[in-house]
């Protein structure tokens, strides 16, 4: 069975343009979680989608935002980018109540 | 709100030894899980170990055991005969299993240190 798979791997761009973050998740899953982790600090929460609507969502400023698509994959766009959002961004999947799944991630870099 | 509180942000463990990380967290959900995940220097999240609050027994996985005190809300993880290869960051984690609040909370994370 695939695991959650996340796309691109890396991702550079340069400060003030738009970013798109992909995710699929296990097949089966319906709740989707997006999180940034800055280099040596803990997992900051991003969004949270399950059955394709908008479940919560952590303390970031609008220009990061997402949806989830009728499949339950889902897309982490950041606008307007600044050097501070150079993170890696995870994003985990789960059944809803259930253990989380992550993906091996995308390192974005801003420059 | 749920919260999951780590505070020790370091420890270290002589290799072969036993050590345990804590956890608390606060909830006035009845239903839930906790969990461990371990993140290794490659930064790939790894589930380590989980615990379903209706069960009373402690939870295992080989050399990884947890101590989950319900009524306390605590829930430590014990790694016993360390090895190198179990340096990383640890994350305690929270969900409800049903409702609005059944979302994936961490604590911030601590890092674990072998010595060799």
């Known amino acids: 069975e695939a695991g959650v798979t996340q796309s691109p791997t890396h991702l550079i761009k340069t400060r003030g343009q738009q970013a798109t973050l992909r995710c699929s998740p296990i097949?089966?899953?319906?709740?989707v979680y997006w999180y940034q982790q800055a280099l040596g600090l803990g997992l900051q929460f991003l969004l949270w989608y399950d059955e394709g609507e908008e479940r919560n969502r952590g303390n970031f400023p609008p220009r990061f935002s997402g949806r989830q698509f009728p499949n339950y994959s889902s897309e982490l766009n950041v606008n307007a980018l600044e050097l501070e959002d150079s993170a890696l961004y995870l994003c985990?999947?789960?059944?809803?109540?259930?253990?989380?799944?992550f993906g091996q991630g995308t390192r974005l870099t801003v420059v | 709100a749920q919260t999951v509180t780590q505070s020790q942000p370091e420890m270290s463990v002589q290799e072969a030894e036993t050590v345990t990380l804590s956890c608390t967290y606060d909830?006035?959900?009845?239903?839930?899980?906790l969990f461990w995940y371990k993140q290794p220097p490659s930064r790939q999240m790894i589930l380590v170990i989980r615990?379903?609050?209706?069960?009373?027994q402690n939870a295992t996985e080989n050399r990884f055991s947890v101590n989950f005190q319900k009524a306390a809300k605590s829930f430590s993880l014990k790694i016993s005969d360390s090895q190198l290869g179990d340096a990383a960051m640890y994350f305690c984690a929270y969900i409800a299993s049903t409702g609005a609040n059944s979302k994936l909370t961490f604590g911030k994370g601590i890092t674990l240190s072998v010595r060799p």
């Open positions: 097949s089966g899953h319906t709740s």
């Open positions: 909830t006035s959900e009845s239903d839930y899980y």
């Open positions: 985990a999947s789960s059944l809803a109540g259930r253990e989380a799944f």
């Open positions: 615990q379903e609050a209706y069960k009373q």
